[in-house]
């Protein structure tokens, strides 16, 4: 199969997907025993919830169609990026879900390049030297960091460089140096599992035939690597793009301990409000940016390894 | 003359202290092909890694190994590296896994005619392809832009013929490299093993736990079993006169083996 058709197949596969998932987000927030209307005139602080109230709201937001009619008005809207507006401040849901996503995939960015950066330089150091004193001592000190929660290293790290030495800001983000302290902490906790990946997959292929045919071919020890490390990161790659949405994902606690005007921060906000419409879009965008990375990673295994694209 | 000659070889695993080979001392004649049978264990591609010196790095060993006159385990890596695929030439047991899965089959054929000649593309995939038609590959061109995984374990085992054909080295190992075929590969690449020794006069050490194949294509057999050789000699007296009783048992499995393989060559014919 070549790649054109691959792609197209994958994307198409990929569509019900993106149904079942909308439908389920839908079924969850709703399934929920309040009812929204007084929800929403709970979080107006409207003084005096009368039944009258409650009937003009219903028939306002449309509570009172049935159940799939909703579902579709909910999905055809929010294929224009138009989820509602906020139960709270009743600004349009998108104008705050949006350039908080925007933070976040920043933040999200920046660290991912360093988690993968030094997941691979790690992997391959401590695979080169398996068994030696680099190897057990990056292990070693993996294991440890990764043990440590994020928001302890983070308050340690606010502490230390940014009260005691006043070196970077405690939260907020102002400007790169915002970055450096979230980025250090997510870095930390996730370059850990992701550079035992890369080496225990470096490892399983130096132990592959065609490494020793290869070698007793005389290929040069530069040579015999670059193919190691091409099979390797064939395993990584899919990895490291599900990397990308599950620290989208996990930014919660980062983001309310350094102020960063995040997805996380705004999602425990309007949790704590019961803001349905922006936890809605909220659950529905990370589903979305698991669906898209998940299609982005086998389209990129299948480039890199034509024996995948066999069947689909 | 001999062109390999092993004195008190001993291996072991510096790990956990396992001694693999205790204490072995052979040699393979200039031109002539030697077997080593055994059963799986018995040391048999660790003697094979030791003479190409690519052992796991926690495999230690002693004693001498002289190729050409030359002790190997004294050579710098360089120098080492230089007469892999140059004149020590390894074919392996499983073709499937012998080149690497995400590269086409030219890519290592080309990476290797680069390390030991300075012939431009064209005048290797030239080379090659006279080569890999020669050992019955049909439409080589075409083989040489496919991946491992559309090529049969035969073809691929064709392939590493081919290969050594063109590397013209003076020792062939070739560990197992009819095990993992079906009967009719088998025959098919044992005749292009059998005419690559005719046509270069290289010598060969030919691993196989298969007899029949053994006494069809090597000159001196040597046994081997739990790392030590227990027999060894000219093909013919070993095999009519088994002397060790692993040997005798070895012989009377295989004559009732090579009567069920001949009956299935005859209904495949
Ligand atoms: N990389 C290795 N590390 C440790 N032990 C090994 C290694 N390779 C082989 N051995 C040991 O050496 C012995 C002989 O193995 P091998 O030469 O592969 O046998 P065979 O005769 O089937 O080719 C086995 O007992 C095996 O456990
Ligand atoms: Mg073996």
Redesign the interface.
Known sequence: MDMGSYIVKRILLAIPLLFVISLITFVLINLSLLDPAVVVLQAQEVPQITDELIAQTNEALGFDKPFVIQYVNWLIACMQFDFGSSYVSGEPVWSLVGPAFLNTLKLTLVSSVFIIGLSILLGVICAMRE?RAVDKSVRGLSFVLTAIPSYWLAAILIWYLSVKLDLLPTSGMDSFKSYILPVIVITVSYTGIYFRTVRSSMLSNMN???V?????????ER?VTL?IL??SL?VAVSIFCMAIPIVLGSTVVIENVFAWPGLGRLSVRSILNRDFPIIQAYVLILAVTFVLFNTISDVINAA????LRKDL | MNIVEVKHLKVWDANTDKVIIHNSSFQVKQGSCLAIVGESGSGKSVTCRSIMRLNKPWIRLSGTILFKGEDLNQLSEQEMRRRRGKNLCMILQNGMSAFDPSCVIGVHIRETLQTHFNWNNRESERKIISAMESVMLKNPQEILNQYPHQLSGGMLQRIMIALALVLEPDLIIADEPTTALDTISQYEVVEQLIRLRERMGCSMLFISHDLGVVQKIADEVMVMKDGAIVESGDIRSVFSKPEHTYTQYLVTTRLELSNHFRKLMQEGT
């Open positions: 068994g592959e035939d065609y020793l045919y290869g070698r007793a071919s005389g290929l040069s040579k193919h091409r099979n064939q890199m390894n034509p024996r």
